[in-house]
């Protein structure tokens, strides 16, 4: 029901944009979430958006580099990611959360949904 794209291969400074579209349910009224897990460490919170887009919180890491959006007439949330750096190499999962506002920080275990992971990699 969620479909991550975007990932890819870039170099550091690069930019990418991901891109999670929802079907079957819009989840337009719930706040939704981006984390990322590396490979060998746990999985961690990125950012997320209230249900009207009005809130955002990023985890400090990735403080004016990237940006959550979404778009609720295409059921998709955004993550902009500029100023790419080899430690934002992960994969990245779109996540809907139980909750309709942004609380800072999200933890996993509040969200009800997860897309499949798409893949971001960042060379030096």
């Known amino acids: 029901q969620l479909q991550a794209s975007g990932g890819g291969l870039v170099q550091a400074g690069g930019s990418l944009r991901l891109s999670c579209a929802a079907s079957g349910r819009t989840f337009s009224n719930y706040a939704k979430n981006w984390f990322r897990q590396a490979p060998g460490k746990e999985r961690e919170f990125v950012a997320v958006?209230?249900?009207?887009?009005?809130?955002?919180y990023y985890t400090n890491s990735v403080k004016g580099r990237f940006t959550i959006s979404r778009d609720n007439a295409k059921s998709t949330v955004y993550l902009q990611m500029n100023s790419l750096k080899p430690e934002d190499t992960a994969t990245y999962f779109c996540?809907?959360?139980?909750?309709?506002?942004?609380?800072?920080?999200?933890?996993?275990?509040?969200?009800?949904?997860w897309g499949k992971g798409t893949q971001v990699t960042v060379s030096s």
């Open positions: 958006i209230s249900h009207s887009g009005s809130s955002t």
């Open positions: 996540a809907v959360d139980r909750r309709t506002g942004v609380y800072g920080s999200s933890a996993s275990s509040a969200m009800v949904y």
